[in-house]
DNA sequence: CATTCTGTTCAAATTATTTTGAACAAAAAA
DNA sequence: TTTTTTGTTCAAAATAATTTGAACAGAATG
């Protein structure tokens, strides 16, 4: 097989062609999706391209399929094996480490979701507990109507914030 | 009443005086609230400042409390007003417009989330149809075997989005 | 009606985020 | 063992998003 110099500036054992139009498109919108939800793009494309591949893939093949750099395909791989997206795989004749897409989209989702649910739920109630505790701590330098005025609205908050906390197990329970 | 320049080089009514701790930090945490929504800090941090304010607030007003400037403020009410978050008032004695803080944020947040989730649900769908489109068109020119990953791939991806389509006004029905 | 204030828009400046690429260490290949 | 390839880290470059402020037009005020 002729090896080939890469843009990445690295010899690729199988001389990876450039992507057919619809894996190019997943991933592209795969990286659109990404940056909806919060990520960067890159990393959304690194699944993208992942999801479709018939095998597991090389972190130099990645950089070289995209055209991205040895660095943000270090990092994007790492982000995705830690959300659950990504698995490591090892390929016959090849010590290298490849990687593979978890099919399972839905389920990985559902679980980010979870997490990121659980994180901002614990954030929000520390907030909140700052913000009643700085409202006693002022207390004596507010006017009267003034202290009841923040107390009142703060409270409106909390009990959203207890609302949601409570509804989440429901509706994660409903996603699976 | 003595009139006092702001930074914003404008002339204030009502000297308004920088705001207390607990207002202050409110401004913070809704700022923060907001970027993690994915809205400019800016947003939030206006509405954080509406939201315990006893009275409506002028636009130059809540500049001089935020010291931000009139476009960031301009553009800011404009896009909560839009999301339901701040209401315009009438001041007694005074024609310009003023703003208020919608206080039901439960019932805000709910609805936004709604619209955001349909209109991804709409682009999803959009996307999906695009990629079996493509599919399709390049049949011919790859293997079969190939073909059929990427169709099954591909409809993996569309059952969840299904799944999605279809849950949403489950979920959305139990935060009411 | 003249003057001051207010509100909008948008290009430019600022700030935040992402990506690159160089330096290095460690693993594979020769 | 020597050479090549791979993978990580992180400062610097590139890019994206937000904020500012100037220019303007339309209200309010006297």
Redesign the interface.
Known sequence: MAKQKTQNNQVSQQASEPL????L??VE?AG?AAH?L?FPRSVGEIYGLL??A?NPVSAPDICDALSASKGSVSQGVRQLVALGFVNTARVHGNRRIHYEAV?E??AV?RQGYEQTIQK?TIVAEE?MK??HQ??M??KS??GP??YL??KD??Q??T??QK??KK?MP??TA??K
């Open positions: 057919d139009g619809v894996r498109e997943l919108v659109q909806v919060g999801y479709l018939p099919l989209v839905g989702l901002r907030k700052g913000l700085s409202l701590v002022q330098q507010l109507d003034d005025l923040i609205r703060l409106g908050l009990k959203v609302r949601i509804l429901l509706i409903l996603l």
